[in-house]
């Protein structure tokens, strides 16, 4: 009889441990889910400045008085480029980094 309670002693601390372990794994996965949503985070609030930033440089141009109304009209297209070419740039990062984060977590 004591050996069979201690059989059944041991399968039940052999449980527990697998469990501890299995509590330590994902909390360091959440961890990390952490640490990555923090640095994607960052990445847009960057954009969002960077955004509001372009949207003010736009917002002066808009706002200046000509002087040259053809100099307005080159410029205005090349900085309405410039600014979706930086974020699409953006965008792509941020998606990337999210498929980094969903590839490592899955």
């Not at 299995?22 to 400045?49: C, P």
């Not at 000509?66 to 080159?74: K, L």
């Not at 090349?78 to 953006?90: P, T």
């Amino acid at each position: 009889m004591p050996s069979k309670i201690e059989a059944q002693i041991d399968r039940i601390h052999a449980v527990f441990m697998d469990l501890k372990s299995s509590l330590i794994q994902e909390r360091e996965r959440v961890s990390a889910l952490k640490t990555d949503l923090n640095k994607a985070s960052e990445a847009l609030e960057q954009v969002k400045l960077q955004n509001a930033e372009l949207t003010r440089q736009l917002n002066a141009i808009q706002n200046a008085q000509p002087t040259n109304q053809q100099v307005i009209m080159e410029t205005q297209p090349e900085l309405f480029q410039r600014r979706e070419e930086e974020i699409d740039a953006l965008v792509n990062e941020i998606e990337f980094c999210i498929q980094q984060l969903k590839d490592k977590h899955a």
